[in-house]
């Protein structure tokens, strides 16, 4: 062409009709430098041609519920009991009504990021949550193309091109950073609060740990390591349909081991002796106080098995922090348990710690999520900005 790049056209007979095409670009979008990236590009677009007119001899309509619907029989029996919970609450709560009775093929890109937009800035619900509808629509979009409910051209502006493909509404610039961490006036007022409580061990797993709630009072003694000083992550707690069972983390990535500091060994330690003393003391009261839940494999533990669990056997469970965050909001913190993982993060990419290392013991699947922790902007973060100006 004149400005220097290729194109390709082409014209074949298929079933009798003629299917003809020119483009300046490759399947991909991009667009072609040389003689022999026109003449691939060619090649793969009449391999396509034929593709895609087998595909609309078969093609049948079929509206979103539909599809959803066949999804939850037959294409989700893999998926995590939280995952299919959260799944069903979006369908049941928002898209059905709105997306339910339309035919999957009929539905535009920009009425995805209408809908989006409406959701994120008029009704006001928090970015990461609207991230979810973003998810539910590339799977249902994506169910439908491969059960030959959608054409490929279809599938390929509404999932894959990303000149074209639905997105996120752009984030507000006032909206909350992820990251939420407490500074080291709060934590002095969180130590001297939770010292002695029941909830002193969940609180020093989150504060020295970084685990998620559900993987704090999920962690088994066996798990503990003293003598190595470290914490094996492989199962968390959940209720499932109203009962309390230990089940697989979340991803892959969940599955760590995790290094103890000196502070945290000692207390464990102690924490250690003091149940061997309670096994006795409180051995008749155990026995009516206990409760027996299912581990990963199905067979049934004592609650005296966890290590968040109190010196009478009674168990203690993710529902055991909500009173510690009402009177701590009370005293001027806002206070979210999830936030002492944010905290232990920031505060060991403060340190300097390697990202792949901090990865791997926050347990994240990707590393772009380890890096907001370098990225967030904390009071000590802002101290020592002062400081290096100061020395100029």
């Known amino acids: 062409m004149e400005n220097g790049l290729w194109a390709y056209r082409f014209a074949v007979m298929i079933d009798g009709k003629q299917v003809a095409r020119r483009k300046s670009t490759d399947e991909h979008g991009n667009k072609l430098h040389t003689k022999k990236e026109a003449i691939k590009a060619r090649?793969?677009?009449?391999?396509?041609?034929?593709l895609e007119r087998n595909r609309k001899k078969k093609l049948r309509r079929r509206t979103v519920k539909e599809v959803y619907s066949e999804y939850c029989k037959n294409g989700r029996s893999d998926r995590a009991y939280q995952t299919i919970r959260k799944q069903?609450?979006?369908?049941?709560?928002?898209?059905?009504?709105?997306?339910?009775?339309?035919?999957?093929?009929?539905?535009?890109?920009?009425?995805?990021y209408d809908y989006l937009s409406e959701l994120y800035h008029t009704e006001g619900l928090a970015y990461t949550y609207v991230?979810?509808?973003?998810?539910?629509?590339?799977?249902?979009?994506?169910?439908a193309y491969s059960r030959n409910y959608l054409d490929v051209d279809t599938y390929n502006k509404l999932c894959v091109n990303k000149d074209t493909k639905i997105h996120m509404p752009k984030r507000k610039i006032n909206d909350d950073d992820d990251i939420i961490s407490f500074s080291k006036e709060e934590l002095a007022v969180l130590d001297k609060y939770f010292?002695?409580?029941n909830a002193e061990t969940a609180y020093m797993l989150g504060r020295y740990c970084g685990l998620r709630i559900n993987e704090c009072y999920g962690l088994k003694w066996s798990n503990v390591d003293l003598e190595a000083g470290t914490i094996t992550i492989d199962r968390q707690m959940q209720y499932q349909d109203g009962l309390i069972k230990l089940v697989p983390v979340k991803t892959r990535s969940g599955r760590r081991t995790i290094y103890m500091n000196d502070k945290l060994k000692v207390y464990f330690q102690d924490l250690a002796r003091r149940r061997a003393e309670d096994a006795v003391k409180f051995a008749a009261v155990r026995e009516q106080k206990q409760r027996f839940i299912d581990d990963l494999d199905g067979s049934k533990i004592s609650s005296t098995e966890l290590v968040n669990c109190l010196p009478n056997g009674q168990i203690q469970t993710v529902n055991s922090m909500k009173y510690p965050t009402r009177e701590i909001k009370r005293m001027g913190i806002n206070f979210k348990y999830h936030y002492l993982r944010h905290t232990y993060g920031t505060m060991m990419a403060e340190l300097n710690t390697p990202q792949h290392l901090l990865c791997a013991q926050m347990g994240h699947a990707y590393i772009h999520v380890t890096q907001k922790y370098y990225l967030a902007v904390t009071k000590s973060g802002v101290d020592l900005v002062k400081s290096n100006i100061n020395r100029l």
């Not at 979006?90 to 709105?98: F, I, K, S, V, Y």
């Not at 035919?103 to 009425?111: G, L, N, R």
């Not at 509808?133 to 590339?138: G, H, I, N, P």
């Open 43 to 50: 090649e793969a677009a009449i391999e396509q041609a034929h």
């Open 88 to 112: 069903d609450s979006l369908w049941d709560n928002h898209l059905c009504a709105r997306f339910g009775n339309r035919y999957v093929d009929d539905i535009s890109v920009a009425e995805i």
């Open 131 to 143: 991230e979810s509808f973003l998810k539910m629509f590339y799977l249902i979009f994506g169910q």
């Open 195 to 197: 010292k002695g409580t």
